[in-house]
């Protein structure tokens, strides 16, 4: 019996897992980068993803801009989200002085300012001895560059009142006497929204960010395999991060990009969300640190995107969506195409995975793997507009390579192909 030959749906079929294989091995080969070679900006740009829990690039770049801009950033988000883990990892690759400590609601403002309590003595002019009590703050927070404050919104008031001062002013009192405070940045990490008596010490923080548990599978996948392979570690000296601080201060904002933000806040108070002069004055120094990690001495519409993270402030879904609209649309309506084509592409795989119905998921799968490629269409359509405008396109690919990841899962886990092994082929 002669051997039956595949029809021409499934030579159709095997020709788009080959390509697709062929676009996941290239999406991996991006990936593999010779630290020797690195500027500084693509330093911190490396530092940023390899710190960054799986679904949260976006907030290792906040924490790496809110140390190149000497701000601060808060993480709010269920407890074993990666908030302290990716905290703690960016504090290894910076080499400053650091600090960190859990709050609670009963911890003194001397446990975060003072180390111990020395004491002195000395002669006085009428021959007689007296001893005299001196505070020591080596080693605690106002003497390091870098802090990390687990639970900061569980404080008591005065304890917060205390960091207010060393988070705004970047000083603080002891025995009476005011001192300068080292402290560059402050990393709050929080299970909770803030209540009303923190409003003020949360309004001090430019960057804010939400955590969630893991949606994707493949990113389950990743994080069971984490210690099979370990992410790589690159750090910076304090001598590269002082530079890296001053080469953002001199980054050129153009009078175009001035009016950008004009524009933008225009349209952000017409929505309803009001924001003070000085958090304003300090997005500014957010555009320049943009411009500097994407290795430009002149800032962009592309390094406004990131104030979409600056700009809301209660931590729901539908205010962080709204405000990241108003900024992308004000800016960048192109690069607002482009994110709004990656949600849609994570909606469909996100649909697949919460199917309970097996008889539905292969039929859900195949489905979904045809909406991915027309997604896939779509974004390089736009990246080729962005393209043919002259401007950078390396943020909007690699969104469009993670859905080429999105789609290569559910080849993978629900329509039963090998990539791995066509990879090998190619």
Same mark, same amino acid.
């Given at each position: ?31 593999? $980068?010779?630290?020797?070679? /690195? ?59 650091? #600090? ?20 002195? =003595?000395?002669? @006085?002019?009428?021959? *007689? ?10 080693? &605690? ?12 919104? =569980? ?12 988070? /705004? ?13 080292? !402290? &560059? ?5 929080? @299970? ?18 939400? #955590? ?13 395999? &984490? ?9 910076? !000296? ?7 601080? +001053? ?13 950008? &933000?004009?524009? %933008?806040?225009?349209?952000?108070? @017409? ?16 555009? =320049?640190?943009?411009? #500097? ?12 995107? #990131? ?35 990656? +949600?849609?592409?994570?909606?469909? %795989? ?15 799968? $195949?489905?979904? @793997? ?27 690919? +690699? /969104?469009?390579?993670?859905? !080429?990841?999105?789609? *290569? ?18």
């Amino acid at each position: 019996m002669a051997e039956k030959k595949p029809n021409d749906g499934q030579e159709k079929a095997e020709k788009e897992h080959v390509e697709l294989a062929a676009a996941v091995a290239e999406v991996e080969e991006k990936q593999k $980068v010779d630290v020797a070679t /690195l500027s500084l900006a693509e330093k911190f740009t490396r530092i940023a993803r390899e710190i960054a829990p799986f679904e949260h690039e976006e907030q290792g770049e906040g924490v790496v801009l809110a140390a190149l801009t000497k701000n601060h950033i808060v993480l709010l988000g269920p407890p074993g989200t990666g908030k302290s883990m990716m905290s703690t990892e960016f504090c290894k690759r910076v080499g400053t002085s650091q #600090f960190y400590k859990l709050l609670s609601r009963d911890l003194p403002p001397d446990e975060l300012l003072v180390r111990e309590i020395l004491y002195k =003595k000395r002669e @006085n002019p009428d021959g *007689s001895a007296s001893v005299k009590f001196e505070k020591d703050w080596t080693g &605690m927070l106002p003497d390091c560059e870098l802090a990390f404050l687990d639970e900061g919104f =569980k404080a008591n008031s005065t304890t917060l009142n205390k960091l207010l001062d060393i988070i /705004l002013d970047r000083k603080f009192a002891v025995n009476g006497e005011v001192h300068k405070a080292k !402290t &560059m940045s402050v990393i709050i990490a929080s @299970n909770e929204v803030p209540e009303d008596e923190c409003k003020a010490f949360y309004d001090r923080f430019l960057f804010r960010f939400i #955590f969630h548990y893991l949606k994707e599978q493949g990113s389950v996948r990743n994080m069971f395999r &984490m210690d099979e392979n370990p992410r790589p570690v690159t750090t910076v !000296t304090k001598f590269e991060l002082a530079a890296a601080q +001053e080469a953002v201060n001199d980054v050129e904002i153009p009078d175009a990009i001035l009016d950008k &933000m004009i524009e %933008l806040r225009h349209e952000i108070h @017409n929505a309803g969300y009001i924001h003070s002069n000085r958090r304003w004055r300090q997005a500014l120094h957010v555009v =320049k640190a943009s411009a #500097f990690m994407q290795d430009k001495d002149v800032a962009d519409e592309d390094c406004l995107d #990131f104030l979409q993270h600056v700009f809301w402030h209660n931590p729901t879904p539908d205010e962080i969506r709204a405000v990241r609209a108003l900024v992308l649309q004000a800016v960048n309506p192109l690069r607002q195409q482009i994110v709004q084509f990656y +949600e849609e592409a994570e909606d469909v %795989l996100r649909s697949l995975q919460v199917e309970k119905d097996e008889d539905k998921v292969q039929k859900l799968a $195949v489905e979904g @793997n045809k909406k991915l490629k027309n997604i896939q269409k779509k974004m390089k359509g736009v990246i080729k507009q962005i393209s043919d405008r002259n401007r950078p396109t390396a943020r909007y690919e +690699e /969104l469009s390579d993670k859905v !080429t990841l999105m789609q *290569s899962e559910i080849v993978s886990e629900y329509l039963g192909v090998d990539l791995s092994s066509l990879n090998m082929n190619i």
